[in-house]
């Protein structure tokens, strides 16, 4: 089975890791919903109980939402079932038991193992677009692609990263050392992969697959089994993920128990339960700042990686495409109502205005263009839901009513509530935009959702520096100018390479600051508080192993 793996997937690898070293784009995953058949139907879920053969099991979780089983966004129940992790040691003991044989195989094998992995998942993408849009509330086109085909790349980008890091020291060399008229020192030496132990995946709400394809798969490829602990109103997308994953392992002469799900009741707390386990020797999180705070301090024998939150900034000195930049812009803060790490929040704008194509426009003009621009965007529900999505949670749906109250400075646009056909119960809201002076008001954190803030500041030589210290003191996992000044451009530039965040210059096409492309793209720079790790750098694979030495005489 491995060698039919490799004439499969040799391949695909092979072209992953041209594309690494070319950055252009590639995708072996269409992403066309077209090319995957007729979308998935919810009902089709209901009843499924997922993972019945694993081990440490008590019991299920769900499918009532009493026992912790999904409510989606958009109202209705998921009604699917899966194993409750009773006894978490009795987990970390089948990952730890499966480890040596899957650690023995080699970085080639396994690699084309997470390739067949990604293979039947991407086969079932339909599936995973109905299951991303009702566990995260992303509307289906933006769930069927960052949710199947997108997270995918993402997680075959991992793959290819950790077999370039795993084969950078040859497995054999020979060593000569010449000693003038004896005989030469003469060594074999041969170098090994070697896995850190069990892995904890801990995924998000609202980017199940995408953000934890990354993690899952670098661990798996570098050798370590991997506990996936699941958002608990996120657990079908990673479910789905396990299931394909343990039945290929077993097909291809491994231990299904090299990837286990991790489901929990309410209130629980098993993350916190396994990140302390002493076995468990990578962490993979993706969420809030107070809990990946707490893995970094408090799971000191783990390598943990974590993307918490930011405050993510456009500066705006000038353009010769407004027109174009408003609708970037518009689009931007409006796609999955603003409930992306990636979406733009501090809009820096002079006060005196700004230098463009249709002439100079006054702070407050540049105000009521962009309020414009987002409701000719949505003024179609139909079309605002489309691109919308559903609110996630409770939290967000508060941050949007305490900006509609003026909590957060004066309402430039308001938030407004937009119908779903065939979902009366889904929350769908437009995005609200508050204008705040940088000489007065206090800037806030993270307001993760819909909220968005234009900022007056004194000079765009001000606004360079807001950013930089925001991104220093808050973190920020992107950042945006808007410039025709060369000046003004090396000093954002300089400032971002300062501050270590990712930057994204006059933006006025079919690109957008919240989206970043898989073998191309870093996503994150591990340079700010915002994250302390990149997708996908030679970093974020590279501590998931050692390469430990033999050596002997020749």
């Known amino acids: 089975?491995?060698?039919?793996?490799?004439?499969?997937?040799?391949?695909?690898?092979?072209?992953?890791?041209?594309?690494?070293?070319?950055?252009?784009?590639?995708?072996?995953y269409p992403e066309s919903p077209r090319a995957y058949g007729e979308p998935f139907a919810l009902d089709a879920f209901h009843g499924h109980d997922l993972l019945v053969d694993q081990p440490?099991?008590?019991?299920?979780?769900?499918?009532?939402?009493?026992?912790?089983?999904?409510?989606?966004?958009?109202?209705?129940?998921?009604?699917?079932?899966?194993?409750?992790?009773?006894?978490?040691?009795?987990?970390?003991?089948?990952?730890?038991?499966?480890?040596?044989?899957?650690?023995?195989?080699?970085?080639?094998?396994?690699?084309?193992?997470?390739?067949?992995i990604l293979a039947q998942i991407n086969a079932r993408s339909?599936?995973?677009?109905?299951?991303?849009?009702?566990?995260?509330?992303?509307?289906?086109?933006?769930?069927?692609?960052?949710?199947?085909?997108?997270?995918?790349?993402?997680?075959?980008?991992?793959?290819?990263?950790?077999?370039?890091?795993?084969?950078?020291?040859?497995?054999?060399?020979?060593?000569?050392?010449?000693?003038?008229?004896?005989?030469?020192?003469r060594m074999v030496k041969e170098f090994t992969a070697v896995p850190r132990g069990v892995a904890l995946l801990v995924g998000c709400n609202t980017f199940p697959t995408w953000n934890g394809y990354p993690g899952l798969f670098a661990s798996l490829a570098t050798g370590n089994p991997v506990l996936v602990k699941p958002h608990p109103r996120a657990v079908l997308p990673l479910a789905l993920t396990v299931a394909i994953a343990r039945e290929v392992l077993a097909e291809a002469g491994f231990s299904p128990d090299l990837v286990l799900l991790a489901a929990e009741k309410p209130g629980e707390g098993l993350a916190k339960t396994l990140a302390l386990n002493p076995a468990v020797r990578v962490i993979d999180y993706t969420g809030s700042t107070a809990f990946g705070d707490?893995?970094?301090?408090?799971?000191?024998?783990?390598?943990?990686?974590?993307?918490?939150?930011?405050?993510?900034?456009?500066?705006?000195?000038?353009?010769?495409?407004?027109?174009?930049?408003?609708?970037?812009?518009?689009?931007?803060?409006?796609?999955?109502?603003?409930?992306?790490?990636t979406t733009p929040q501090n809009l820096l704008v002079p006060r005196g205005g700004i230098a463009t194509d249709q002439g100079h426009k006054e702070y407050q003009q540049v105000v009521a263009d962009?309020?414009?621009?987002?409701?000719?965007?949505?003024?179609?529900?139909?079309?605002?839901?489309g691109l919308l999505g559903a609110i996630v949670n409770p939290g967000v749906l508060q941050r949007i009513e305490r900006a509609e109250k003026g909590e957060f400075g004066a309402s430039a646009l308001v938030s407004r509530s937009v119908p779903v056909d065939g979902f009366p119960d889904a929350v769908v809201r437009t995005p609200a935009l508050v204008t705040?002076?940088?000489?007065?008001?206090?800037?806030?954190?993270?307001?993760?959702?819909?909220?968005?803030?234009?900022?007056?500041?004194?000079?765009?030589?001000?606004?360079?520096?807001?950013?930089?210290?925001?991104v220093r003191e808050r973190g920020a996992m992107t950042a945006s100018a808007y410039t025709t000044s060369p000046e003004v451009e090396s000093a954002v530039?300089?400032?971002?390479?300062?501050?270590?965040?990712?930057?994204?210059?006059?933006?006025?096409?079919?690109?957008?600051?919240?989206?970043?492309?898989?073998?191309?793209?870093?996503?994150?720079?591990?340079?700010?508080?915002?994250?302390?790790?990149?997708?996908?750098?030679?970093?974020?694979?590279?501590?998931?192993?050692?390469?430990?030495?033999?050596?002997?005489?020749?």
Not at 4 to 21: C, G, K, N, V
Not at 370 to 385: K, M, N, P, V, Y
Not at 520 to 544: I, K, Q
Request: glycine share 10%.
């Open 56 to 116: 440490g099991t008590d019991g299920r979780v769900g499918p009532d939402l009493e026992n912790g089983g999904e409510q989606s966004p958009y109202g209705p129940e998921l009604r699917v079932g899966y194993p409750h992790a009773g006894d978490p040691e009795a987990l970390v003991a089948a990952a730890r038991a499966a480890q040596p044989a899957w650690a023995q195989a080699g970085p080639l094998v396994r690699a084309v193992v997470c390739c067949e």
């Open 126 to 185: 339909a599936e995973f677009g109905t299951a991303v849009m009702h566990t995260t509330g992303q509307a289906y086109g933006m769930a069927f692609q960052a949710g199947g085909p997108h997270a995918q790349d993402r997680g075959l980008e991992a793959v290819a990263v950790a077999y370039l890091e795993q084969t950078r020291l040859p497995e054999r060399a020979e060593w000569t050392k010449p000693q003038g008229k004896r005989d030469p020192l």
């Open 1 to 28: 089975m491995p060698q039919e793996l490799i004439d499969r997937h040799q391949p695909t690898l092979d072209s992953a890791l041209a594309a690494l070293a070319t950055r252009d784009y590639w995708s072996p």
């Open 436 to 470: 705040l002076d940088g000489e007065t008001d206090a800037l806030p954190g993270e307001c993760f959702g819909p909220i968005s803030f234009v900022v007056a500041v004194d000079s765009s030589a001000q606004a360079v520096e807001l950013l930089r210290d925001t």
């Open 294 to 341: 707490w893995l970094e301090e408090n799971a000191v024998q783990a390598q943990v990686y974590t993307e918490k939150a930011g405050v993510n900034t456009v500066l705006v000195d000038s353009t010769d495409d407004y027109a174009g930049m408003l609708a970037n812009l518009a689009f931007s803060l409006s796609l999955y109502s603003g409930q992306m790490c």
């Open 370 to 385: 962009l309020t414009g621009a987002i409701e000719g965007l949505l003024g179609d529900d139909a079309r605002a839901a």
């Open 493 to 554: 530039i300089g400032a971002c390479l300062d501050a270590g965040v990712s930057l994204s210059l006059n933006l006025t096409g079919q690109v957008y600051v919240n989206q970043t492309a898989a073998f191309s793209d870093l996503h994150g720079t591990g340079a700010n508080p915002a994250a302390n790790s990149a997708y996908c750098d030679a970093a974020f694979v590279a501590s998931r192993f050692r390469a430990i030495e033999v050596r002997r005489h020749a």
